[in-house]
T-cell receptor, first 113, second 116 residues
Framework: AAGVIQSPRHLIKEKRETATLKCYPI?????VYWYQQGPGQDPQFLIS???????DKGSIPDRFSAQQFSDYHSELNMSSLELGDSALYFC????????????FGPGTRLTVT | AQTVTQSQPEMSVQEAETVTLSCTYD???????LFWYKQPPSRQMILVIR??????QNATENRFSVNFQKAAKSFSLKISDSQLGDAAMYFC?????????????FGEGTQLTVNP
């Protein structure tokens, strides 16, 4: 079965640079979620979109923005990167029939140097 | 806001034995969902099992089962006949029933080691 696709899988940036992470949900899923997982920590919710509208918002820094496009893929834009932004970023998706189950992508590992 | 607590940072079990991972949560909502996710060394988050709060029957998925005690706000995961491939970090998670797009709130995780 098709899974959530995230790109790139690994990304290395320098402080103050900008990064864009992409997420392609499972086909026919209309909701995407973004989570950040620091080393040795549990995933922390950033933001979610349902039918291209922001649905829930967590502890997402003002330097980050996200959107969901007409084809349901989503992008997380991160500017003025800081060392503390180094983490594993997960995208998850859910569908209409079982909307409460979130399926995670493999994650994008962001390293800020 | 809801909180999820996993009080066992690490657990170990012998292969073929049974192990139980604990999870408690705090919420003022009467209906919600609870999940267990597994994160192996690959770091992929894998959904193991789900429980709807309005269902009294405990969920079961093959060797995985839960003990859901709504009044006590407890949600433990039992793994029977443990296998080497079960070794992973296990996260308990809470989700509100209310709207599409609602977040998962995770516990701190329990690192499970399976000894041959």
């Amino acid at each position: 079965a098709a899974g959530v696709i995230q790109s790139p899988r690994h990304l290395i940036k320098e402080k103050r640079e900008t990064a864009t992470l992409k997420c392609y949900p499972i086909p026919r899923h209309d909701t995407v979620y973004w989570y950040q997982q620091g080393p040795g920590q549990d995933p922390q919710f950033l933001i979610s979109f349902y039918e291209k509208m922001q649905s829930d918002k967590g502890s997402i820094p003002d330097r980050f923005s996200a959107q969901q496009f007409s084809d349901y893929h989503s992008e997380l834009n991160m500017s003025s990167l800081e060392l503390g932004d180094s983490a594993l970023y997960f995208c998850a998706s859910s569908g209409r029939l079982v909307h409460y189950e979130q399926y995670f992508g493999p994650g994008t590992r962001l390293t800020v140097t | 806001a809801q909180t999820v607590t996993q009080s066992q940072p690490e657990m170990s079990v012998q292969e073929a034995e049974t192990v139980t991972l604990s999870c408690t949560y705090d919420t003022s909502e009467s209906d919600y969902y609870l999940f267990w996710y597994k994160q192996p060394p690959s770091r992929q988050m894998i959904l193991v099992i789900r429980q709807e709060a309005y269902k009294q029957q405990n969920a079961t998925e093959n060797r995985f089962s839960v003990n859901f005690q709504k009044a006590a706000k407890s949600f433990s995961l039992k793994i029977s006949d443990s296998q080497l491939g079960d070794a992973a970090m296990y996260f308990c998670a809470y989700r509100s029933i209310e709207t599409s797009g609602s977040r998962l709130t995770f516990g701190e995780g329990t690192q499970l080691t399976v000894n041959p």
